[in-house]
């Protein structure tokens, strides 16, 4: 799923392309897509747009006369710039936005996969703007508040960091990345944070996400983003089942859960200690290792096959 990297580099790429340009067509491909019918998508069309912007993890485009298109990409869905009036894909194509202006072009909105889970909003007013994702913004709340907020209900940190309605713009790949960095448990309690972890946490936060911004924004220079994946070679743990650890050199281990997984380091976030996955949890019962050692001894004695992990 695009995250605040990705989706604040998107924002800056369409600026460029859209900012002051008139939107002259709008084309649905999949009547699924536009969650709203009022007001319609005929009624945005001609109006210029205003501004474009990031509200969690989606991305909505201002237009004249208090008009908002908010497009959220979901897991599979993603943007594209292509030339005025471009065709859309049959498989993956969703709608097209046609821009005026001095540099007129299209913006396609695609989803790879059948599941179609990419939603656009149309909505007039900026007081609807606030039913849409309301967590905090990284970049603009205190350590204090990012801290009272995650206190004020009692879940995992990799909960907390994921659910849009206590943080903005972070979902699996990149709360991996941040719990890694600040060296703490994905399953800690968010009421056991210490003082010291919390500052962990929230700085680590702050570097993840601005570091991973300015790799995306220097990648695509003043083009379009064409490689928004959640999987990149760069990073420390997310995506690296097995692999080293670039801090210590533990094999960094996963929990899969739903159609998710979770990824750490036991040497530099739990202590040594190994992490139940649920459904291995349910199988294994009392056998679960507790430590990589114990996983090892199991792998050995053929009790835990490399391939049911």
């Not at 979901?74 to 709608?95: D, N, Q, Y």
């Amino acid at each position: 799923m695009p995250e605040y990297p990705d989706l604040t580099v998107y924002v800056e790429a369409i600026s460029r392309k859209v900012l002051g340009a008139a939107l002259e067509r709008i084309r649905i491909l999949h009547p699924f897509v536009l969650r709203t019918v009022d007001p319609s998508h005929r009624e945005v069309e001609g109006k210029l747009v205003t501004g474009v912007r990031r509200i969690g993890k989606r991305i909505v485009i201002a237009l004249e006369a208090e008009l908002f298109l908010v497009i959220h990409l979901m897991i599979a869905g993603r943007l594209r710039w292509e030339s005025p009036r471009s065709g859309v894909p049959r498989k993956i194509g969703l709608a097209a936005f046609d821009f005026g202006g001095p540099n007129p072009g299209t913006l396609l909105l695609t989803e790879a996969g059948t599941k179609k889970r990419v939603s656009l909003h149309i909505v007039r007013g900026r007081s609807s703007l606030d039913r849409f994702d309301r967590g905090l913004e990284i970049d603009e709340t205190t350590q204090g508040e990012f801290v009272a907020t995650l206190k004020k209900e009692n879940h995992t940190l990799k909960r907390s960091l994921t659910d849009p309605r206590i943080v903005a713009g972070i979902g699996n790949a990149y709360s991996d990345e941040i719990l890694h960095r600040a060296r703490l448990s994905p399953f800690k309690q968010t009421a056991g944070l210490s003082e010291q972890e919390a500052t962990r946490l929230f700085e680590a936060c702050l570097s993840v996400l601005h570091e991973w911004t300015d790799r995306f924004r220097k990648e695509v220079g003043f083009g379009f983003p064409t490689k928004v994946t959640a999987f990149r070679r760069e990073m420390a743990v997310h995506g690296k089942y097995g692999q080293p650890c670039p801090v210590c050199g533990t094999p960094v281990q996963r929990i899969a859960y739903a159609d998710n997984e979770c990824n750490y380091c036991p040497s530099c976030q739990t202590g040594g200690k190994l992490l139940a996955d649920r459904a291995l949890s349910r199988l294994l019962k009392g056998d679960w290792p507790s430590t990589l050692t114990e996983l090892e001894e199991m792998k050995s004695a053929g009790r835990l096959n490399v391939e049911d992990e």
